[in-house]
């Protein structure tokens, strides 16, 4: 099928792996020639689910370039070969069971403007390939088992949360810090507030300390230093031990 354009087959009972033979797919590939592209300059109305919307286009049509292969029951891999589709503006492989890595060579689909890798069973990090898709404006990487730290730079500064929900392996903007890297923030005087709790703490004991001493060695120091205090002492001791005693003599 080298003059196929559009391949829609969503929303099917199809089950199995993706055919390796997708990537040779030559209508999707931006090696074709002027006189190539005369083939796909055809008449028609096509539908389009892109950006999370359904696009209706009745005119460029050859300029459409999508897959779909959305809401069936595939299986295994994602196939690299896809990778080579390099005039794709959308593929659509949400909702299936595919697992494995995302192709790291991924970033060669230079034209993508919609992705949706969305409801799968994909693992391992986000290619860092991705953040070169530049034409990407529309992204849907959620409930997966993807990991690690999300890309930066280029359009990933601007992807909001919800394309990544449902992987609790992910990390970095726009989601919490990763725990350990570089990304963690410093809490600006935090080192120093820390430092001025630890020594309120130290002079706190040491204070309970030194008031301990004196007021023992306050008491005890007098009887041991002056002998009149020290008989006065024993003998109130004397007294109130034997008033104690003589009270709970009465009461037994």
Known sequence: MP????????????????PLSMGNLTGFRSDLTNKDTDDYLYQ????????????????????????????????????VGLTSLTRLGTLNLSMNHLIGNIPAKIGDLERIETLDLSSNKFSGPIPQSMVSLTFLNHLNLSYNNLSGKIPTSNQFETFDASIYEGNAGLCGHPLPN?????????????????????????WLIFSIVIGFCFGFWG??????????????????????????????????
Do not use: H
């Open 3 to 18: 003059s196929l354009t559009d391949l829609d087959i969503s929303r099917n009972s199809l089950n199995g792996s993706i």
């Open 44 to 79: 028609g109305r096509l539908k389009v689910v892109a950006k999370g919307r359904v696009l209706e286009y009745n005119t460029i049509l050859y300029l459409v370039n999508s897959v779909d292969l959305s809401d069936n029951n595939l299986s295994g891999e994602m196939p």
């Open 178 to 202: 990763c725990q350990g890297g570089k990304e963690t923030p410093e809490v600006p005087g935090g080192d120093d507030e820390d430092d001025d709790s630890k020594l309120d703490k130290l």
């Open 219 to 252: 008491v005890c120091g007098t009887l041991v230093i002056k002998k009149s205090w020290r008989y006065a002492y024993f003998n109130f001791a004397d007294k109130v031990y034997a008033y104690v005693l003589a009270i709970l003599k009465k009461r037994s």
